[in-house]
């Protein structure tokens, strides 16, 4: 158990790395705010990756994502996996990304599953292989070494060690993984932004071998959403024909309190989200936009989910939304898992905000 740094208050729900309390993070920032950048800035240093976005003066501009870096000669963007070589940006292009995949057996515990075509049958027969869930399909999941934001919970932080390591994998050999019990392809990590090229050119060549075999493939995205709005068409149009989902985790409502637990803004994050909302009635057999959040005891609280669920239900009511139960990882393994009672208020909270299709995920580790 953690005290407050700033108010006193002295409950399970402060993690002793941040310091301070939820409350306190969102009423005082400014004066939390230096104490915070520095357990960020430490855990950046851990993995030797850049403290903060590089914007050197002569530095080429990398145009994937929110940060907008530029790189100097030699240099690595903010994400670790967009270097500068003899005055090319190279890496996460078609020619070679950070990336490694694996069959994942349908019906999976997808943050979709409960309404996709691979947990569901949803949409068969133009967009499922079966007029139920999947059993005997497989989902190809694609993780993607790099990712632009610091979130300090990170369920799978174990990525850092391997950014910018290993072997360049090409696009073409990775549309070479699908095979024909491959139903669907997800892009996660990590997070697919900063090698969005890469992952849109084996997207479309697997999609075309698929095709031409007259197979389904569905393409899908779990991301934090905070690429450059550019990227948001190329996304939506590989999913949308596919019958595949675009998956946005949506991690805090408050910009102080997603700058305190991933340091970084969520702004981008929202306006994305928001722009891929005005298609959601394009496909409406299967939902093609969903959101996500994951339940941080003493931080995504009952006002971050309000705020959340508000901002989704007055975009669409009907966009999915799911409540996930948090497991201590990575910098915050002093918090404990998300608490029973906790999880079903964040429900309750979600609803009255006005979203329709809500689920509550990872019930298991509930306490």
């Known amino acids: 158990m953690a005290r407050c740094r700033l108010c006193g208050a002295d409950n399970p729900f402060i993690s002793a790395r941040l310091g301070f309390c939820g409350p306190c993070l969102r009423e005082h920032f400014a004066q939390v705010w230096p104490e915070i950048q520095q357990v960020h800035r430490a855990s950046r240093r851990d993995f030797g990756l850049p403290e903060e976005p590089p914007h050197a003066a002569d530095g080429k501009l990398c145009t994937l994502c929110f940060h907008a870096c530029r790189i100097p000669e030699g240099g690595v963007g903010y994400c670790g996996a967009r270097r500068v070589t003899g005055g090319r940006l190279v890496d996460g292009t078609p020619a070679g990304a950070r990336v490694s995949w694996y069959d994942d057996p349908l019906p999976t515990n997808c943050v979709a599953d409960w309404f996709c075509p691979g947990g569901t049958g949803r949409g068969y027969p133009t967009y499922a292989c079966r007029d139920g869930p999947e059993y005997g399909y497989v989902n190809l999941a694609v993780f993607y070494h790099a990712c632009n934001f610091n979130c300090l919970y990170c369920q799978n932080w174990d990525f850092k060690r391997r950014t910018g390591r290993g072997r360049l994998v090409t696009a073409a050999e990775l549309a070479e993984a699908v095979h024909s019990r491959t139903a669907c392809i997800c892009f996660f990590g990590g997070d697919p932004t900063p090698q969005l ?30 690429m450059q709005p550019g990227w948001l068409k190329p996304l939506a149009d590989s999913s949308l024909p596919s019958g595949g989902v675009i998956k946005f985790d949506l991690k805090a409502f408050s910009d102080e309190m997603h700058l305190a637990l991933t340091g970084v803004s969520n ?31 003493g931080y995504v609280d009952l006002e971050e ?60 580790l509930l306490k």
Request: glycine letters at 4%.
């Open 267 to 297: 702004s981008q994050t929202l306006k994305n989200f928001a722009a891929l909302a005005q298609r959601f009635g394009e496909r409406p057999e299967v939902p093609f936009l969903t959101a996500s959040t994951l339940l941080v005891p």
């Open 305 to 364: 989910v309000y705020g959340l669920a508000r901002f989704i239900a007055r975009l669409n009511p009907e966009i999915p939304y799911s409540l996930l139960a948090f497991y201590p990882q990575f910098y915050l393994t002093d918090l404990p898992v998300t608490p029973r009672q906790l999880a079903l208020a964040a429900q309750q909270t979600a609803l009255d905000a006005g979203v329709k299709n809500l689920r509550l995920g990872n019930v298991h």
């Open 197 to 226: 090229p890469h992952a849109l050119a084996a997207a479309r060549l697997a999609r075309q071998q698929a095709r031409e075999a007259g197979r389904r493939l569905r393409l899908c995205w779990e991301t934090n959403g905070a």
